[in-house]
């Protein structure tokens, strides 16, 4: 890491703030990594993984179950089925060109953003 660790830390503190707005890491934290800390695809695909794993998440998750916005179930089903698909997928992406798995990245972001734009 070239960067100090003050600034890293404002980074993550920047992204905490999307995540507690807009509840999302990845597709805010990728970018951060790659542009704001010079990371490849694949590194800041393995870092970001690496934050998801640490209890961060748990601090905004908080308010959204005070709330009674955490569907308990669901997420469980969900993260069982995240756990296998992610961990063969993310076997497989290693053997890719990473100008293939950017640009993977950046079509989903993209269909992302615009059904979201277009939703109403």
Do not use: E
Request: a positive charge; proline letters at 5%; glycine letters at 12%.
């Amino acid at each position: 890491m070239n960067a100090s660790p003050w600034v890293a830390v404002l980074a993550g503190a920047a992204v905490g703030v999307c995540v507690g707005l807009i509840g999302t890491s990845g597709a805010i934290m990728i970018p951060v990594l790659i542009f704001g800390f010079g990371l490849s695809q694949l590194r800041a695909q393995g870092t970001a993984l690496f934050i998801a794993m640490l209890p961060v998440w748990v601090f905004p998750m908080v308010p959204y179950a005070r709330a009674g916005n955490v569907d308990w179930r669901l997420g469980l089903l969900l993260g069982a089925g995240l756990a296998v698909g992610s961990y063969f997928s993310a076997q497989w992406v290693q053997h890719l060109p990473v100008g293939v798995v950017r640009k993977m990245f950046a079509v989903v972001l993209a269909a992302v953003a615009v059904r979201l734009f277009v939703q109403r």
